[in-house]
């Protein structure tokens, strides 16, 4: 059984979301969480790290499934609203400025750790 859980409309760039995702994919819910909290993008991580609170408080709650043995299967983000501003520039003009925003979605499930990258 597979539970999840859902953060959206986070004011963090999809790509700088993408690279924490990319190393806690497969791992188990500990080594991830170990690895989260060692991480020197320690905001990113932060965020990350609650949503996978969440989906194991979720996997406790609704699946009864043992803590111990669950492994973040999927984590997928999305690109979110972008929030579109202005800068007044020379001569009367004006330069585009986009804000990012991204959608994290982790997964989480009963099952074996993927080994290390070779």
Not at 2 to 15: A, C, D, F, G
Not at 60 to 88: A, C, N, W, Y
């Amino acid at each position: 059984m597979e539970t999840m859980s859902l953060l959206k409309n986070i004011r963090v760039t999809p790509r700088k979301l993408g690279v924490m995702a990319d190393e806690v994919r497969g791992k188990s819910v500990a080594a991830a969480m170990n690895y989260l909290a060692l991480s020197p993008r320690r905001r990113v991580a932060g965020l990350v790290a609650g949503v996978i609170k969440s989906a194991v408080a979720n996997a406790e709650q609704k699946g009864g499934m043992d803590i111990d043995k669950l492994v973040v299967s999927k984590i997928l983000v999305m690109k979110g609203p972008t929030l579109k501003r202005f800068k007044s520039r020379a001569k009367g003009s004006a330069s585009r400025i986009l804000k990012y925003s991204s959608h994290l979605q982790v997964n989480v499930s009963e099952g074996e750790a993927k080994k290390g990258k070779k």
